[in-house]
């Protein structure tokens, strides 16, 4: 297995040049599946999802295909959970912070200032989401069946014209934000403005917002670093509230051994994705501070005690969200209880094994 494993990181540093090649017979596709993403073809996560579609094609044997409409070309990403429930398209990039009302459990998973690193923030909620009752009913209330878990990395602010360094430079700016964040900044004075992320690049250059919550690998894949000027490394946890989704009608069309290969290869599509975003991140600063096409990006870094501060705010989150999950008849402590368990158990592992794809080099 662990032979299995190492050779499938060695194949992941390649994968983005093209498909994956096979010497067996190759069949026609009994399933192609649409996917529907809300951000372009390039960036850490597009070529994790590139690698995933050439490894469901490879080992199914061309029975799996996958047919991406990038940049919300298909559907709008809020529309994403809609159109796998009625059958629009079969699988797709699923944000819950839009629709908070149907995926209440997962958005959790926006809470400022939770986990930090990348990979076992992305195993530890697909765990949560796949093994919790509340969390499997939620998504067969919705008609899709999670596959795996995604992960912005450190959430920062990003600033068109000047940056925000305190609590008090906050009071009065317009700053797009989602999940948590929005009543967290909103309690310190800023003024929330509510957009999907596919607008931010207009929203910045036209000065319909001042900042945005962004994080540093989008700024390069968004080309956000041609309308904003300064990013403050403020590390207020990551945005994990969004993953892959399949229709559970189509999964449960398909024989045990493509659910079994769909599965498996959207597991290890997390650890792929988590070796290309911690990589990019730091080649994407790298870039936007020594300028990417004459455009420069200046990288702040909020301080600890103000960091602190802010910190301090998530508290009314975690509140908020366990008298939502009263209403529903749900045990919100008895799940946060166990969220504690699953990070301890991730972050031990990394800890004491380090990333898998280490073991390679």
């Known amino acids: 297995m662990r032979a299995f494993i190492c050779g499938l990181f060695?194949?992941?540093?390649?994968?983005?040049?093209?498909?994956?090649?096979?010497?067996?017979?190759?069949?026609?596709?009994?399933?192609?599946?649409?996917?529907?993403?809300?951000?372009?073809?390039?960036?850490?996560?597009?070529?994790?999802?590139?690698?995933?579609a050439a490894e469901l094609k490879s080992r199914s044997k061309g029975r799996i295909e996958i047919e991406f409409f990038w940049g919300q070309s298909l559907m709008k990403g809020k529309d994403n959970l809609r159109g796998i429930g009625s059958g629009l398209v079969e699988t797709a990039q699923i944000i819950a912070s839009y629709t908070p009302a149907e995926l209440a459990v997962w958005n959790y998973a926006s809470v400022p200032f939770g986990i930090n690193d990348e990979w076992v923030g992305m195993r530890v909620w697909h765990e949560m989401l796949t093994t919790t009752p509340e969390a499997v009913a939620e998504a067969k209330k919705n008609k899709f069946k999670l596959l795996a878990n995604n992960t912005t990395g450190p959430v920062h602010l990003l600033c068109a014209k000047a940056p925000v360094k305190n609590a008090a430079e906050l009071k009065g700016k317009k700053i797009r934000t989602s999940g948590g964040l929005t009543n967290l900044l909103k309690g310190m004075g800023a003024v929330p403005v509510t957009i999907g992320f596919g607008e931010l690049y207009q929203a910045l250059e036209r000065g319909t917002i001042d900042c945005t919550q962004n994080y540093t690998a989008f700024v390069k894949s968004y080309k956000h670093y041609e309308v904003a000027d300064h990013l403050v490394e403020a590390y207020m946890g990551q945005f994990l509230a969004y993953g892959i989704g399949v229709s559970q009608k189509i999964f449960d069309e398909m024989p045990k051994d493509l659910q079994d290969i769909l599965v498996q290869t959207s597991v290890e599509y997390?650890?792929?994705?988590?070796?290309?975003?911690?990589?990019?991140?730091?080649?994407?600063?790298?870039?936007?501070?020594?300028?990417?096409?004459?455009?420069?990006?200046?990288v702040h870094t909020l301080s600890d005690a103000e960091r602190a501060k802010w910190a301090e705010g998530a508290k009314l989150f975690n509140d908020k969200w366990l008298e939502r999950m009263e209403k529903k008849g749900i045990d919100g402590q008895a799940f946060l209880d166990k969220l504690a368990k699953v990070t301890a158990k991730w972050e031990a592992k990394l800890e004491k094994e380090g990333y898998p794809w280490a073991k390679t080099n």
């Open 10 to 52: 060695a194949l992941a540093l390649v994968a983005a040049s093209g498909p994956v090649t096979t010497t067996s017979a190759v069949a026609a596709a009994e399933f192609e599946l649409r996917y529907s993403d809300l951000g372009p073809p390039r960036g850490p996560r597009a070529e994790a999802l590139k690698w995933w």
């Open 270 to 298: 997390m650890d792929i994705y988590a070796k290309h975003q911690i990589d990019f991140t730091k080649q994407a600063r790298a870039e936007i501070i020594a300028g990417i096409d004459g455009k420069k990006v200046t």
